[in-house]
């Protein structure tokens, strides 16, 4: 969309998208994540795609708009891999060995607790919530400890391809 003074990004769908990244970002890696978290970075690109639009060939490339840019898309880049990083983490990896035993063991503590005769079911309803929680957030806080290696590949691919279309020759029909 263009807006007055040549600019090629539409400032309030940028700045909403960072916001709803970064928020989305903050509370969402609080614990596990979620495949919505991985839907809401679907639809935040969507966004940014629909109102940003890259340098047209032989076209002075706005650096701080594509720098903008890609720092916002990294953000939801970032929450569309946080899910299958997460799985990826807990299958393939030690950590998610380590995140399972962090379950067993929060959920024996409860157990091992004197809860005034609560026993049965109910306590085992809440020993395996327990472990749930603890591997959970252990998977949570792994995931959130590698999820800026995609965002920053993410970043530096959107920028460099936007810099790269812009160096190009102008079509036929850009003249």
Known sequence: MEQPGGSQVDRAA???????A???LTFGGQGPWEWLASIAGVVLLAVLAAYFHLPAPGEAPRRRQLVAVSGVAALAAALVVA???????????PTGDRCRASGVVAAAALRAQDLGGLSGPVLDTAAAEAG???EGECLGAATNR???VPAVGFAVVAFVVGMRRSAGRPA???V
């Open 14 to 20: 940028l700045l909403g998208a960072a916001l709803a």
């Open 22 to 24: 970064v928020v989305a």
């Open 83 to 93: 899910t299958p990083l997460q799985l990826f983490l807990s299958e393939a990896t």
């Open 132 to 134: 749930t929680t603890a």
């Open 146 to 148: 590698w999820l800026w």
């Open 172 to 174: 036929a029909d850009d």
